[in-house]
């Protein structure tokens, strides 16, 4: 397969910029897979997991939010958070998971409960990643 | 003479405190400025994303772009934790109250810093939120939880502007307040944009990015203020060791100055009483 560049990028940090093969990645109306060539393509993501294919092998990581830009130069994904699978640390997703749990319960009102759900979906999906690994 | 010596001792001592604050300041302010320097990129991004959605579909509007005639403004003040800072925390927070001069009412208030929640606080603004101590690490969905506040204020119509007020990084000697509005949404026209598809709709797709972008500028402003915040402080600092040094150099010259006189007077003394009796 024509590899082609790919850039990630998360508020923090210029997360990935190099070259792969085929990306998987979960937008808000599901996955969707990049190759090469792909016509311009412009969609928000939503949390789940992100698949890079480098040198044949695919490499797991947990995203949350944002948005990927397939343009003819090159891919861009922009996501509010990004972790590779192997660098998560599995003890602070249960830890979030916890916290999440624990606020739903006492949430008072809409937005607290979305804010915990989101949380708790964040903690779910970066344990999901990690567990991938095993 | 006791009190110049005491006076150059405890200048002494402040100056190291000064010395070691613009030390510490110094070594944060490194770190700082690479937080900020890599939080641009992806500002920047989703910033071009927004504006090609809105060049390549002229007819599109959404809840965050509809300019509603201004009644209620809310004001997201970035300020620093701690003092001793020059005129970083003053500046900023003067701008904020300067840019509401010829308002009706005060806006809400959402306080990053706690020198900014003190402040409001005292002169009787209504806070809808005050963070402290986050500043030096602020995390992406800290940030978002910010901007999920106005935006949800924003969206139920109980406010009609966002406007961030912060100090923007120029160099480690000179930071700026520089006031951003957030809400609603302004993109600019660009030239040449591809033709782009969009899943599942652009007004989706941009529905989506407004509040990550809102997130964003938060983060950028919180991070651009904190290394701000640092290169005052450093300045101020190296001002103040600086001072703390020539005030030394001439309380010691005034230290001479004054034993040199006691000695001549007891000389003259001893001088004159032995002439007396001979």
Known sequence: MTPFKLQIITPEKTFFDGETDQIIVRTTVGDVGILNGHEPYCAALGIGQLRVRINGEFRRAATSGGIIKVSKEKTVILAQTCEWADEIDLNRAEAAKSTAEERMKSAKGDNELRMAEAKLRRALNRIDTASFLK | ?278
């Open chain 2, 1 to 278: 003479m006791k009190d110049i010596k005491r006076r150059i001792k405890s200048v002494g001592s402040t100056r190291q405190i000064t010395k070691a604050m613009e030390l510490v300041s110094s070594s944060k302010l490194r770190k700082a400025k690479l937080r900020a320097e890599q939080a641009r990129p992806y500002f920047n991004e989703l910033y071009k994303s927004m504006c090609e959605i809105a060049s390549a579909n002229t007819d599109f509007s959404t809840v965050f772009t509809v300019k509603r005639p201004i009644k209620h403004r809310l004001f997201i003040v970035v300020a620093g934790d701690r003092g001793l800072a020059g005129g970083y925390n003053s500046n900023v927070l003067k701008m904020a109250v300067a840019a509401h001069e010829n308002d009706a009412e005060k806006p809400k208030i959402i306080a990053i810093g706690k020198k900014a929640g003190e402040y409001f606080e005292k002169r009787d603004y209504e806070i809808v939120a005050s963070y402290e101590n986050i500043a030096e690490n602020i995390k992406p969905n800290q940030a978002q939880d910010i901007a999920d506040i106005a935006i949800n204020m924003f969206r139920s119509g109980e406010i009609d502007e966002v406007v961030v007020f912060f100090t923007m990084f120029v160099s480690s000697i000179a930071q700026e307040a520089q006031q951003m509005s957030v809400l609603p949404m302004e993109t600019h026209k660009l030239e040449n944009y591809g033709t782009m598809t969009y899943d599942p709709s652009p007004e989706a797709v941009f529905n989506r990015i407004v509040p990550r972008f809102a997130a964003s500028l938060i983060q950028c402003a919180v991070v651009e203020s904190y290394a701000s915040e640092q290169g005052a402080r450093r300045t101020a600092m190296e001002n103040a060791t600086d001072n703390a040094d020539a005030m030394t150099e001439s309380l010691s010259l005034l230290y001479n100055r004054a034993r040199q006189a006691s000695i001549t007077t007891e000389i003259i003394d001893i001088v004159s009483g032995a002439s007396a009796q001979s």
